[in-house]
Nanobody, 121 residues
């Protein structure tokens, strides 16, 4: 069993920065951030495994950075140069073992409750 809890969401003007934090307890090899914007499908933002490294969605590469610290049970998403298109509910996800590609939401068994990010133009 893995328990996840996100924090750090909020409202920011375009060009600003936010850091989302996911506190994780339980065995998890893969961790990821997903987001769902109003009226859109949930999409992967980034996924991380210590052996495989980090995968970023094209839309966020160069602006978002994953920082994982298992000693602190922490999995952060550091976001800079935020755009209105980044407005969404952000979710932390985890799984001890994946059977499908890590940027697919169906790969993860455990999810946090979500934290809202709103970027104004």
């Amino acid at each position: 069993q893995v328990h996840l809890e996100e924090s750090g969401g909020g409202s920011v003007a375009a060009g600003g920065s936010l850091t989302l934090s996911c506190k994780a307890h339980g065995q998890r090899s893969w961790m990821a951030w997903f987001r769902r914007a109003p009226g859109k499908e949930r999409e992967a933002v980034a996924a991380h495994n210590d052996e495989r490294g980090t995968i970023y969605a094209d839309s966020v590469r160069g602006r978002f950075t994953i920082v994982r610290d298992d000693a602190k049970n922490s999995f952060e998403l550091r976001m800079i140069r935020l755009e209105p298109e980044d407005t969404a509910m952000y979710y932390c996800a985890a799984d001890p073992r994946l059977t499908i590609p890590p940027m697919m939401s169906g790969a993860y068994s455990y999810w946090g409750q979500g934290t809202q990010v709103t970027v104004s133009s």
